[in-house]
């Protein structure tokens, strides 16, 4: 492993190429591939391939040089569709290897990123196991499920020096980059106010059926892993998982990793002082969720507040977009989404900041991926659009939002200790449970 990690170091500069060619289907790159040295080839291993873990892995396959040798997931039926896919890609699926145990794969010696694409529950066992096993970590968001776990995985990639990318892909595409850009100029004047909100209209919980045998080919006990065991149900499964304490963190955690990231990276914050969060199952109190599907959260930070606002069920969100961001300046607001940004200028202000809207220009996961695979190939970590630090850095504050919510408390935050004022908050939310004989590593 040494020597190929060096001959991947030393084809580093093929990564500028890879940049440019990246706009191109796989069969554009079939010439290409033929002709790159085999050190020059990195595998992947995907793990959990139903969602975005598919999505990323199609990304990837896009860079000339980047193979897929293996497939992980306990749900037989989600592999048997994937590797027909990949078959209608061209792939030689031959040389692909499928797995039901994460762990079996992480054992194959020619994998050398493992993406995860698991619900939330396994990320941080997953990416910690995977940084011991000397491989790179390309971890969906959010990277944790609770702030312990988001310590213990930034731990591991310093502990092993790994390159471990969050899955935060806005980060890498252009127009928010230049959004940022625009705040940070100051020409907004001073910012008081940065509004987060998310209003998925489509989006609802599963009905309230009864539960049931799992379905043929699904390994449900895998599945749940460090969760508490339970009887399967189909409303809690797949893409449901999001709106369930014991696997994820509903809405906040779901989109709010991406949309809250882009309020602190703006204003270039840390952690609140404060929390405080109110909400509940309000659109949909007969659909099977326990996370809320209407959330209004404010953190107080020094100089600004930033408030988080989400709904599901709902389309019709501030400033007439269903999601987005505000920064919210004396002489203009600055209003950013996935669809583009604009400057809408205060009507008292002297200054004209007024910026017409600018769409966006490139794929922002495509690029995420060029990046990623760049900094796995020049070793080049300060390189990474989002380390796992600052994926840890936006779970950890979409987490305490949650708890501020769950717990119904106003939370003081001691930056510090790096804990909650209150010791009963600490013991109850900052680190999860783990069950069924798992535990998080004490890296």
Excluded at 183 to 206: A, D, E, F, H
Aim: charged share 20%.
């Amino acid at each position: 492993m040494p020597n190929r990690r060096n001959f991947l170091q030393q084809g580093s500069l093929l990564a500028g190429g890879a940049l440019l060619l990246s706009a191109f289907d796989n069969q554009a790159f079939a010439g290409f591939r033929r002709r790159m040295y085999p050190s020059d080839q990195i595998n992947i291993g995907a793990i959990g391939i139903n969602g975005m873990g598919w999505a990323n892995l199609s990304s990837a396959l896009k860079l000339p040089g980047v193979n897929v040798v293996a497939l992980c997931d306990v749900d037989k039926n989600v592999l048997d569709r994937r590797m027909g896919d990949l078959a209608k890609m061209n792939v030689d699926t031959s040389k692909v290897k499928v797995y039901s145990d994460y762990r079996k794969l992480l054992e194959q010696k020619d994998v050398d990123v493992v993406i995860i694409g698991t619900p939330d529950h396994w990320h941080a066992l997953i990416m910690i196991e995977a940084c011991q096993a000397g491989k790179d970590v390309y971890v969906e968001k959010p990277v944790g499920n609770s702030i312990g776990e988001c310590r213990a995985m930034v731990a591991a990639q310093q502990k092993y020096n790994r390159v471990v990318q969050a899955g935060q892909w806005q980060r890498s595409q252009q127009h928010f980059r230049d959004a940022v850009d625009f705040v940070q100029s100051g020409q907004l004047g001073n910012i008081r106010t940065v509004k987060v909100w998310c209003y998925q209209g489509w989006m609802k919980p599963g009905p309230l059926v009864p539960d049931s045998a799992p379905p043929p080919g699904v390994d449900f006990k895998s599945w749940l892993g460090p969760a508490p065991a339970r009887s399967f149900n189909s409303s809690r499964f797949h893409f449901n998982f999001r709106w369930f304490w014991d696997y994820a963190g509903g809405l906040m955690t779901d989109w709010g990793v991406h949309l809250l990231d882009y309020g602190l990276l703006g204003m270039k914050a840390g952690v609140p002082k404060t929390i405080v969060a109110l909400g509940g199952t309000f659109a949909y109190p007969d659909l099977y969720q326990e996370t809320p599907d209407t959330l209004t959260t404010l953190y107080e930070f020094d100089g600004f507040n930033l408030v988080w606002d989400h709904a599901m069920g709902i389309d019709n969100g501030s400033y007439g977009r269903d999601h987005g961001i505000a920064y919210i300046g004396n002489n203009g607001t600055l209003v950013l989404s996935r669809g583009g940004w604009e400057v809408i200028e205060e009507k008292q202000s002297k200054n004209k900041v007024s910026k017409p809207f600018v769409k966006p220009s490139d794929n922002g996961l495509d690029k995420h991926w060029e990046n990623f695979i760049s900094v796995v190939r020049n070793r080049k970590m300060e390189d990474l659009r989002c380390s796992i630090q600052a994926g840890a850095h936006v779970a950890t504050v979409a987490q305490m939002g949650n708890i501020s919510m769950r717990s119904g408390e106003r939370l003081v935050w001691d930056a510090k200790s790096g804990k909650f004022g209150e010791e009963k908050i600490n013991q109850q939310y900052l680190v999860k449970e783990y069950y069924n004989g798992y535990k998080l590593p004490m890296v």
